[in-house]
């Protein structure tokens, strides 16, 4: 499986990603602003998956296989400084390459939450 076109609206906070590779998964999720209150539905192919649907289940075990296995000692060291900052402005380089590593870790957290909603 591969996570492609990681990205954030400027709503708000709006995350939107494709998966490819995966018949099961494969299309471009939208993981709905907080500002428009929570739990945020995650549309795929803007259609929204159901609260704690086995789609969404599958899509959040996925996804945290997936960044499993991106995350090398460097990245998850980087991902944990940006997590300490509390404004990203004139983010070093280091630090630009694993935004959306926490865009996608944002979105298997938010998954987890409307599990247990």
């Known amino acids: ?25 494969d299309g471009h999720y939208r993981l709905q602003t907080p ?21 969404e289940t599958a899509l959040a075990t996925a996804l945290e296989r997936w960044l499993d296995a991106e995350l090398t000692p460097e990245r998850s060291s980087a991902l944990a400084e940006l997590d300490r900052l509390s404004a990203w402005k004139d983010l070093p380089q280091r630090l ?17 939450a409307r599990r247990r909603s």
Do not use: N, Q, W, Y
């Open 1 to 25: 499986m591969r996570v492609t076109e990681i990205g954030i609206l400027r709503d708000g906070g709006t995350i939107t990603f494709r998966v490819l590779d995966d018949p099961a998964l």
């Open 35 to 55: 500002f428009l209150g929570e739990p945020r539905p995650i549309f795929r192919d803007e259609k929204k998956l159901e609260l704690g649907s086995a789609g």
């Open 96 to 112: 630009v390459e694993v935004v959306p590593f926490h865009r996608v870790r944002t979105v298997i957290r938010c998954l987890e």
